[in-house]
C-alpha cells in the first residue's frame, strides 16, 4: 500500500511520524523544500528571543531515520481519478493520499490590493522585515487581518510586541490592532468575560483596538479599511484571508468557502483522500495544533478501518500563547460539546512555555503527539 503525503508543515510530518507507528508500507512525503520552520515562534524573532536556527530542522532527514521517502518537489497537479500527483520531479501514485500543503499564504498575500506598501507576519521573510522596520520608526503602526481571515492570535502577538518594542525605544508613536471581531480581541470565543478582559488588557498597553474592522488595501502609508476609513502608519503588517493553494483547488476536490470541505473529526475529503490543517474547512482558527489534530484524527481513522486498531480522535479547539514583549499570555478554549475549558491568563512565563514546546517540535520534527486536546468518539 502507498500513503502519499504532500507538504512537510504541522499535518504532513504528524502523519508521517504516526502513521509509520503503525504500517511498514511506503510511505512518501513530498514538500518544497527539506528545510523546515517552527513558525509560531516567530514572533519572538522580533525582539531576538530567539534566533532563525532554532526554528529550523532538516526533514529529510527526521524521515529517512523513520525510513519515510521524501521528495524535495514542488506539486503541480493533484489528479484524484488516477490516483496520481505530478511533481517537477516527475509522477507519484498512491492509495491514500494527505493534502497538507498549508493555507496559501503568499499566493493570497499578494492579492491583497497595494500589498506591496505593507509586510506580511507570515514568512521568516516577512519577520525579518517587520523587525528592521519596528525597530527603526518614529511612526505609527497598523496591524491587521484581511476579512476571512482564519487565524488572528500572530496579529495580537505583533500589536503587543510593537508596543512593548516602542516603549523600549522611548517613541511616542501609536499601535493599531484591527479584529475582525466587533467585540474585539478574541471576540469569536462565545464568552463575554474572554473578549472583556482581553480588550482591557490591550488598552490597558495602550494599544487602539479598532473593534469588527478589517483591511480592503493598503497604500503608501497608509492602510484603507473595509468602511472605507484611512488609517495613516508607517509600519504596516497583515495576515492575509487563506484558502487552499491553487494547485488544490484545481484538482476538483471539492471545495467549501475556497477550502478543502472535508468530514469532522476525521478530516476525510473523499475516499482515498484526506484534507489536513490550514487547507481544510473548519468553523475553528487554522492553528499548527489544529494542523497536527487533523493529522492525528485522519491517521487513527485510516488505522481502524485497515488495521482494526482503536486509536483516539480529538476535538478542535484555541490554544494561544502570545508573546506580547516583557509580559505574555495564554487563551484556552476547548469543548467537547458537553464539556467547556477556558482560560485567559497575562504572564510573562507562559513564553518560557512556548520556547520549551517550539524546541520540543524542533528537535522532533513536529513529532508531539499531545497537544492538550479533548478526545472525542469518532464519527467518520
Ligand atoms: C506568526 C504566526 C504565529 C503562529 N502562532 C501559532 C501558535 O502559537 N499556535 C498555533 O497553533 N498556530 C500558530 N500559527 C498558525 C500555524 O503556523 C499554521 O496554522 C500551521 O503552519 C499550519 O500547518 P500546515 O501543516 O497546515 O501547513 P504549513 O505548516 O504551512 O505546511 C505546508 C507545507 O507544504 C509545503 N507546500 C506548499 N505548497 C506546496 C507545493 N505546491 N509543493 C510542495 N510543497 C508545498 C510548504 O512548503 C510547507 O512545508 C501561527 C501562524 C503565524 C503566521
Redesign the pocket.
Known sequence: MKFLI?????????VAHKLRRFVRDDITV????RL?RE?????LLLTDEIKVEETEFD?KEAMNMKNVSFEE????EILPESREVE?SKGKFDYDYLFL??????DENFRKIKGYENAVM??TLEG?LKLKEQLWKTDGDVFVGNVKGSP?E??SY??ALIAEYIMRRRGVKAKVYLATQSPKGVFGPIPIDWVHEKANSYFERRGITILKGRTVKEVKRGKVVLDDDREVEAEVISI?PKLSA?E?VKRSGITLNSDFVDVKLPSFRAQERIFG????AFTPFP???????I??ENAVSTLIKELKGIELPMYSLGV???MEGGDDAGILRFDTDGKNTFSTLNFNKNYVLI?KMYSRLLVKRAFDVPYHGALAVRPQV
Open positions: 504532500l507538504g512537510a508543515g504541522y499535518a504532513g510530518l504528524t513530498i514538500s518544497q523544500s523546515i513558525n509560531t515562534i516567530f514572533p526533514a518537489a514542488e506539486v503541480k511533481t497538507a500543503m498549508g493555507g496559501g499564504y507576519h507570515h519577520f487565524i492570535g500572530p502577538q505583533i495576515l493553494p494547485v489536513l490543517g490550514d487547507l487554522r492553528t499548527a495544533r489544529a494542523a497536527m487533523s493529522a490554544l494561544c500563547i512556548k
